[in-house]
C-alpha cells in the first residue's frame, strides 16, 4: 500500500505539471518554473486523500482534472483580494484544490 501510494503521489504530481504548463502555454503563450512548480503542489494537494486507494491511472486523472479545475480560480479577482495578502497563492492551491 505504502508504495502504491507514492507512485500515486508521484503519477498525480506530474500529470498536474504538465497539465499546468500546458493551460498556461494555450492562454498566456509562454509558461514559467513557478507555474510548473504551482500545477505540480495542485496535484499533490487532489491526490492527498485518496493516494493509496486508487490506481495509478486513477491518480493520473485526478491531477489532470483537479488542475484543470484549480488553474482558471487563479484568474479570478475577488472583492476580499485587496485586503488579503496572498502572494503565494495559497488559497486557489489549497482551498480549491483540497475540495476538488
Keep these: 500500500v505504502a508504495a502504491l501510494a507514492l507512485v500515486n503521489t508521484y503519477m498525480s504530481a ?3 505539471l504538465v497539465t499546468w504548463i500546458s493551460l498556461e502555454r494555450a492562454c498566456q503563450q509562454r509558461y514559467s518554473a513557478t ?3 504551482t500545477g505540480a503542489v495542485i496535484g499533490l494537494v487532489v491526490v492527498t ?3 493509496g486507494f486508487v490506481t495509478p491511472l486513477g491518480a493520473t486523472a485526478m491531477g489532470f482534472l483537479g488542475c484543470a479545475a484549480v488553474y482558471p480560480c ?3 479577482s ?3 483580494s485587496r485586503w488579503v495578502d496572498d ?3 495559497a ?3 489549497h482551498g480549491v484544490g483540497g475540495f476538488v
Excluded: I
Aim: hydrophobic share 50%; net charge neutral.
Design 74 to 76: 487563479f484568474k479570478v
Design 87 to 89: 502572494s503565494l497563492d
Design 49 to 51: 486523500p485518496a493516494a
Design 78 to 80: 475577488c472583492p476580499w
Design 14 to 16: 506530474g500529470a498536474a
Design 91 to 93: 488559497f486557489p492551491c
Design 35 to 37: 507555474g510548473a512548480v
